[in-house]
C-alpha cells in the first residue's frame, strides 16, 4: 500500500521503511504467539495427563516402549 504510494509520489522511502518494519514487527509477535499457545496446550495436556492421547500414543505402548501408530496432525 505504501509503497503504491510512493510509486504515485505521495509518501517517502521512510515511511516504507516504517510500514515494513511494523510488519516485521506484527510477524515476529504472531510467531511469539503461536509458540506460547503450543507450549500453553502442551502444559495442558500434561496437567490433565492427557500428553499420550493427544500425541496418538497408548499407554500400553508406552510401558513396552515401542510406539506402532504415527501421531497425529496438530
Same mark, same amino acid.
Given at each position: ?19 515494513? *518494519?511494523?510488519? @516485521?514487527?506484527?510477524? =515476529?509477535? #504472531?510467531?511469539?504467539? %503461536? !509458540? ?6 502442551? $502444559? ?6 492427557? *500428553?499420550?492421547? @493427544?500425541?496418538?500414543? =497408548?499407554? #500400553?505402548?508406552?510401558? %513396552? !516402549? ?6 497425529? $496432525?496438530?
Amino acid at each position: 500500500m505504501e509503497e503504491a504510494r510512493l510509486e504515485a509520489g505521495i509518501s517517502t522511502p521512510f515511511f516504507v521503511l516504517q510500514y515494513q *518494519s511494523y510488519l @516485521a514487527q506484527a510477524r =515476529s509477535t #504472531e510467531v511469539v504467539a %503461536k !509458540g506460547n499457545y503450543f507450549k500453553a496446550h502442551a $502444559a495442558l495436556d500434561r496437567v490433565l495427563g492427557a *500428553s499420550l492421547e @493427544a500425541n496418538g500414543i =497408548s499407554f #500400553e505402548d508406552a510401558v %513396552k !516402549g515401542h510406539v506402532t501408530t504415527s501421531a497425529p $496432525a496438530k
